[in-house]
């Protein structure tokens, strides 16, 4: 569910390595899944998606990763660079859920230099 | 290509004024519009999200209204703004009769006083 009350998490790595950005959601229902990018100050972006008859999908430099027996999302950015420094947020659809897309609580990327 | 576009980009308003933000989508028809607000340092929350012209769900109870008089615009108003109804505003579109990828607009930030 929507979890737009708390302050968010944040994570912090060192430029080159990997970061991994965790996500639980909680509706059984939901069968498609997005990860969006959110500069300050400015609308989040499209990053990657994931429907639920897979577990994994590769981007550019992003994997996103699906467990659905824990309910569990992941976003995994190789060789993080000072740019993907943003709040992530991943979202879900609901099957039946009239298009409705419910964003979770985001994570504070820090890249540090 | 499409685009989408809010305004106004920044409004400050006392409490107990009127409040109204519009949304235009181009390059699309039928489009899904959605309203988020985001308060500091915090998620996304979904407001209003229309399927058609005049087809409007309202996910949060509140004294915040939404309308669709044109298929690609989409209005968000109040009658008597609230100090809690400060935030950042966020529409959005994704294509219609499915659920994908939302494409949002630049935002309005609004101060309530």
């Given amino acids: ?113 | 290509s499409q685009t989408i576009h809010q305004w106004p980009a920044t409004l400050v308003q006392p409490v107990g004024s009127p409040l109204s933000l519009e949304c235009t989508v181009e390059g699309t028809s039928n489009p899904n519009l959605y309203w988020y607000r985001q308060a500091a340092g915090r998620g996304l929350q979904l407001l209003f999200y229309s399927v058609g012209i005049g087809q409007i769900s309202s996910e949060v109870p509140q004294n915040l209204s939404a309308s669709r008089p044109q298929d690609r615009q989409f209005i968000l108003s109040s009658k008597k703004l609230l100090l809690s109804d400060s935030g950042f505003y966020l529409c959005a579109w994704s294509k219609g009769l499915s659920t994908g990828e939302l494409f949002f607009g630049e935002g309005s930030r609004l101060t309530v006083l």
């Fill in chain 1, 1 to 113: 569910g929507e979890s737009v009350g708390l302050h968010l998490p944040t994570l912090s790595v060192q430029e080159g390595d990997n970061s991994i950005i965790n996500c639980a959601y909680s509706n059984s229902a939901s069968d498609y899944f997005i990860w969006y990018k959110q500069e300050s100050g400015k609308g989040p972006q499209f990053i990657i998606d994931i429907r639920s008859n897979m577990d994994k999908r590769q981007g550019q430099r992003v994997t996103v990763l699906l467990n659905k027996t824990v309910k569990h999302l992941s976003l995994q950015i190789a060789a993080t660079q000072p740019g993907d420094s943003a709040v992530y947020f991943c979202a879900e659809n609901a099957r039946g859920g009239g298009f409705k897309t419910i964003f979770g609580a985001g994570t504070r990327l820090f890249v540090k230099a």
